[in-house]
Structures are given as structure tokens and as C-alpha cells.
């Protein structure tokens, strides 16, 4: 089994930061790729940010500049720094990722639960 728990989220005001984390466990063999998505009160799930095997990263336009998404392979955590908040970043933050597991030779996709963050104006 893989689990992802997601941490940090909270409530800040507009302008702050916050740092999510998401820790990744289990018989893991290789994590693909790992990302962020984001899902506000009424509105779809949107991809935030992810960062693949190597290091690329990709972010979406509403967060560039703003957002940093980083991983530590050797614990199997990744984060995501988000500077200068704005109220519609508002939403339950989501870790994904692509991992490998023991006993497979392909990826399979898993979610964490999803921590909440909230940024009044």
C-alpha cells in the first residue's frame, strides 16, 4: 500500500505564506511525478503545480511567480511554498502522485485526503 498525508495548511491573510507538505509512504519502488491540485467551494479540481523524475516542474498560470514546488527524494516528501497569497487561492490542497510500487513495474496514481487552506482578504 502508499499513502500520501498532506500537512500545513491554515488559515493566513492575504499577502502570507504557507508551506504544504505531503509525505509519501509504503512499499514505494519509485515516485514518477508528484503535484498539487486545488479544488474551491463550488469549482473543479485544477492542478496547482508538479515536479517530475529530474526535477521539472510545472506550474499554473494563476500561481507562477508566486507558488515554489520542491521535493526531498530521499525522504519521499514534497512541498509547496506559496508566497504572497491572494483570497482565490482559497480551496482544499491535494497531493497526487505517480508512484511505482513494490511488486509492479508501472506507475499507479494516488491522492492524499487534502489540507485546507484559507486566505482572508
Known amino acids: 500500500q502508499v499513502q500520501l498525508v498532506e500537512s500545513g495548511g491554515g488559515l493566513v491573510q492575504a499577502g502570507g505564506s504557507l508551506r504544504l507538505s505531503c509525505a509519501a509512504s509504503?512499499?514505494?519502488?519509485?515516485?514518477?511525478?508528484m503535484g498539487w491540485y486545488r479544488q474551491a467551494p463550488g469549482k473543479q479540481r485544477e492542478l496547482v503545480a508538479f515536479?517530475?523524475?529530474?526535477?521539472?516542474?510545472n506550474y499554473a498560470d494563476s500561481v507562477k511567480d508566486r507558488f515554489t514546488i520542491y521535493r526531498d527524494n530521499a525522504k519521499n516528501t514534497m512541498h509547496l511554498q506559496m508566497d504572497s497569497l491572494k483570497p482565490e487561492d482559497t480551496a482544499v490542497y491535494y497531493c497526487?502522485?505517480?508512484?511505482?510500487?513494490?511488486?509492479?513495474?508501472?506507475?499507479?496514481?494516488?491522492w492524499g485526503q487534502g489540507t485546507r487552506v484559507t486566505v482572508s482578504p
Open positions: 515536479i517530475i523524475n529530474g526535477g521539472s516542474t
Open positions: 497526487n502522485g505517480r508512484i511505482v510500487r513494490s511488486g509492479n513495474s508501472y506507475d499507479l496514481e494516488y
Open positions: 509504503g512499499s514505494i519502488v519509485r515516485i514518477n511525478a
